[in-house]
């Protein structure tokens, strides 16, 4: 299986925003892709793969879970993050970021299954 097999999600929106550079995992990227599925409605990328040399990720004494691409950053609030935490859960997924304030169009809810973590996370940005 391969990110072109995704139902939902296209490699061109899971590329790196600043490089253009592929990199997420294609084992996460099923179950996230399962998720879309079960819960049914649309899951708008905010952030996927980020290249080591991301901006983001520059700053950063060492590349986060982005940069593993085993984390992915999805555009939902109110009821539907809720849904989107709980299917997550559901699923296995423990290391969940939430930002739900400021403008709807800047609250999302960040997935993760980064393996450089072996502590389960929930956090607030």
């Not at 990199?23 to 990328?45: A, I, N, S, T």
């Not at 691409?69 to 296995?92: F, H, P, T, Y």
């Not at 993760?112 to 956090?123: F, G, H, L, M």
């Amino acid at each position: 299986m391969s990110l072109d097999d995704l139902k939902y999600f296209s490699r061109e929106e899971l590329k790196c925003q600043h490089s253009g550079q592929e990199g997420m995992d294609v084992e996460f990227m099923q179950l996230v892709d399962k998720m879309r599925d079960e819960l049914g409605f649309p899951f708008p990328v905010n952030s996927a793969y980020r290249s080591p040399l991301h901006p983001i990720e520059v700053r950063k004494e060492k590349p986060g879970a982005h940069a593993s691409g085993q984390a992915i950053d999805i555009g939902v609030s109110g009821e539907r993050a809720l849904k989107l935490i709980e299917c997550a859960l559901a699923n296995g997924i423990t290391r969940i970021g939430i930002q739900q304030k400021g403008p709807i169009n800047g609250r999302f809810i960040h997935l993760d299954v980064c393996t450089n973590y072996t502590s389960p996370a929930i956090w607030s940005y």
